[in-house]
């Protein structure tokens, strides 16, 4: 089954969605330019999108949905390889890896090297993982530029840095990562395990690594959360449900671990 590739915000246009003020699609408005010079303007408030076609065979194809922030995993790959898959995690996807399999994780360099923040879904096509299908599906990620995310930081305000922080959590048991109905995982015991949590101050140390995102343009259309960041952070639903979305400049930068 073929379907079409789906860039930016709107159907079937081609490149890079570019708008003349914040949220403004380059459709409906003419992008403005930073110099006089005319021909030879600079279009403001670039959005960079990258399309990446992932499978599963199982639920979690269903995971990964608009406005959420992804993790991509980092593999080494053959040139040339025809329909090459990757790997992207939601949040809570990324924090119930770290915690199911703490084993792999001893300490943060190791998880870095395999893993890194890379963009927020714009779009998605495809996904059927019925019986007799299994498609792939091809999801759009804004990797820098003006965009829309989940709330998972808490309270904020406009012109604030916000960060990924890598830390070391207590999980009691009982903790639940819940991801659909029918769908989740416990803790049987307690757990310290690393895990990936929002901040708006930026943490280093041996035990802590924070990782700048980008910078908030507008809240004042944000509601508070009512809920912890925390528990959003292992909750699919409750991110979907409680995580108001806003607008960001993303720009991911390179984390920097202490020496």
Known sequence: MQFPLYEGRVNAFSGPTMGSAPGV??????????????????????????????????????????????????KKSPLRQSAQTTALLNLPMMNYHLCKDADRYSDMQTILDLFCPQGIIVNK???????TTKQGTIVNCTVAGWCETMNIWGHFADGDTLYLTLKKAHLPSGTK?????????????DK?????????SPSFGLDACSISIGRVF???????????????????PMMVIHGKQFELFLNILRPRLPI
Do not use: C, M
């Open 125 to 131: 096509q495809g996904g059927d993982t019925s019986a």
């Open 177 to 189: 990562f819940i991801f659909g109905p029918g769908n989740s995982y416990t803790l049987e015991e």
């Open 192 to 200: 310290h395990v690393w895990q990936f949590t929002g901040d708006t």
């Open 218 to 236: 507008r809240s004042r259309r944000l509601q508070t959360v009512a809920t912890p960041s925390t528990r959003i952070t292992r909750d699919l």
């Open 25 to 74: 699609e380059s459709t409906l408005q003419t992008p403005s330019t930073v110099t006089s010079i005319p021909g030879h303007g600079i279009q403001s408030n670039h959005t960079i999108n990258h399309h990446y076609l992932t499978r599963s065979h199982g639920p979690a194809a269903g995971f990964l949905n608009t406005g959420q922030l992804v993790f991509v995993h980092k």
